[in-house]
């Protein structure tokens, strides 16, 4: 195993070890937004399975991860705890195939249009959610009751418990993350990241550029699903907001502030801005004037992000070969 | 006469006013070495995008043994064995040289769904993408990152990630371009060496390398065939000679 | 649906349909000259409405108000080109897309802090403020008309501009090729930044021009920007033609849904989108 490759490893294990224990000694206000970044790392994984793997930027995921929680809420019985097995399927399913029928429309186009075709899209999903008394308006709809495991009699585990919710969240974490970098490293993964380096030769080499495409928006809508069934779940409520092109921005800021492409760089980002979040609304409540004025001073003095200033330093050093 | 594997009848293609083909036909056989030369502009370039699917002609029909393909999209026609290159080097620049022709590989053995397998794990897809690099005489630069190697070395990758397709049909675009008199050599060798069994479509512009490898060639000027046969029928040809000795050479791109 | 109801609701159509009109050209111009994608577009035209509000309540006269919000804007669009955009040029889609989404953040917090949160109304001009009588119980308002006479107005200044004018070539010169313009001695910069204002004025404008009918409420400009992409993608990226011919379809789309299937009527715009990208992925017009 190379070097950097051992490092990483390792370093990722540290920080499992770290958000294992970290309960025993956080407070629960920690533990929630510890809980909550991890939530936002699985949406901002999903997203640079596109953005960062595939070249397809993105600017309507909000969509899925909404459309998940919303999922939720709708599957739950409304004064019964909701089946797990049956709850967390529904809502990553929903989301899937939403990713589906949407897929198919969005990745009939490239470039620039993606981007405002995606944002059209989940727009369009937002006005279903807010329009119909399906969601409950601008108002949303509340999950009264979490949902739990239980085999027979036997309570297995129980969302409504905050300690029990933060170990699900931090294994579905782990989960996440193994699918993508096993997925990545699959032929599809391959053909993925040939799709992003050069479209139009995979064409020629007979790849069928569409279905690759779509398989990858599928699973990244899915996973995304995944974390909307979490926040769901966290928050016990759920409003169109969730899947407002807010929150398709702040996701696709979360991967390019961590770093196109390397998965980790996406849970940083996620890490990231949640607090950066914290910081500046307990500054002011115009806080979003100081994540738009961060961002803008990070577009203009450091392109790429800041997690691309090692890479920049090294691309000095030894000079070109970049691509991409 | 050999197999008949490509045809192209009456193929047209207009950009607006300007005919880039106009009732371009000809036939590919298993075999035979067919060259197309022209003056710059002669629709040449054109020609190969129709045949690959990169354009859809205009007036015209392709068939691909006795079926029409004219519709098809160039992945479509890449999986039913016409394979091509391109005249500006189109590959994988962040890839190295084998990870270029391993994904050419797979596109003849998707296994998309085994999304739990690796892809560096399968042999096959390994073996096919050694032996295209081996034939394209890239062997010793297997594990180098693409957009490090020489102009001549990207050249040949192109056709190493063509092989690797294994395509009955090759349309190959100016593939001696920009090489020095040794890699052309060693690629005028690679032709021959792949003729017995392929069809090809070879457009360049080396006049001693067509005429040494060709066993017909096509001559285009302003988009139509001027001449066609074999090499010593062009040679002798008055039409041709004009062509290249008069006006046609002013018809730029 | 009665005729005169019917003529009614052509006529909102219609209406609406030249207002995205004159918000989208210049997002079009901006994108199909310059090659920029701006989310902030839609801010412009927030800023336009609100420019509307705050100085007319302090000059008192609407029309005084417009030509200050117009010298204003322009000005805003000037300065924002030479400070930002024009650093861009160069860069991804992707820096452009963050770029100004860091600026939407920036203006919605700043029209929060200058002028707050609530919704306010912009009085119709007394000039303009009547209607006309269609039948007994129908009548239209006159301003309505003359907002659509104002953007058609524009519509033909624009192509005149671009068509007819001597800046107007330099224009789509340096849209097909900026390094040929440049070494032919015309100041580029100048005219991206100029190109640039104008269509940060040109949203401004429309946001003016809509104050009175629509009100002035926060996030009414990411409405109109996410309605803008839809035309943009309808219409073909970089087509002002196509620009119009999918506002104005989408116009009556948006018009007649809310009349036809009211519950669902946010709904219309996007079905049309969908369609015409199963139809044309390109737009249906693809280039100026």
Redesign the interface.
Known sequence: MPAAVKKRRNALLLILFVLALFPLFGSAYYNELLAKIMIMAIFAMSLDLL?GFTGL?S?GHAAFFGVAAYAVVLVSPKYDPGNLLVVLPAAIFSAAAVAFVVGL??L??K???F???T???A??IY??F???PLGGGSDGVFLNVKPELRIGETLLLDLGSPSQFYYLVLLFLVVAYVFLRVLLRSPLGHALAGIKSNEHRMLSLGFPVFLYKLAGFVAAGGLAGLAGFLSACQFGFVTPEILS?HQS?NV??MV?LGGMGTLNGAAIGAFAFVVLQEVFSSVTK?W??L??????L???LL?GGLSSLPRRLRGLLIGGGTHG | MAELVLTAKGLSRRFGGLFANKDVSLDLHRGVLHAVLGPNGAGKSTLINLLSGDLPPTNGQILYRDQDISGWSPDKRSRAGIGRSYQRTNIFPAFTAFENCRLAAQSRAPRALRILSKAQGYADLAEAADRALEQAGLAERRDMVASTLSHGEQRQLEIAMVLATRPSVLLLDEPLAGMGSEESQAMVALLQKLSPDHAILLVEHDMDAVFAVADVITVMVAGQVLESGPPEQIRASIAVQEAYLGGGESDNE | MDFSTFLIQLLNALQYGLLLFLVASGLTLV?GIMGI?NLAHGSFYMMGAYMAFSLTSLTGNLLIAVVLGVALSALIGFLLEWG?FS??YK?D???Q???T??????????R??IVGDDVHGVPIPELLSASIQLSETLSYPVYRLFMSAVCIALAIGMYWLIRRTRLGMMIRAGSSNREMVQALGINIDLIYRLVFALGVTLAAFAGMLAAPVSSVYPGMG?QVL?IC??V??IGG?GSVWGALVAALLIGLADTFGKVIIP?????TV??L??AV??WR???IFRRI
């Open positions: 953005v930027v600017f429309f969005v009939r186009t470039g620039i249009y981007i405002m075709v944002l059209a899209f727009q369009m006005f279903v807010h329009d119909s092109w921005g696709l800021l390019i115009h979003q004037f994540m738009g004025g961060m961002i803008v990070v577009v203009m392109p | 994108f994608i930002l650093r861009l860069r889609h992707l820096d897309v963050l770029l989404y860091g600026l939407i953040l920036m203006f919605e917090e700043t929060s802090l990411n996410i992409f839809v943009v993608v990226v519950d669902y009527a946010g709904l996007y079905i989108m969908a990208l199963l992925p390109e737009g």
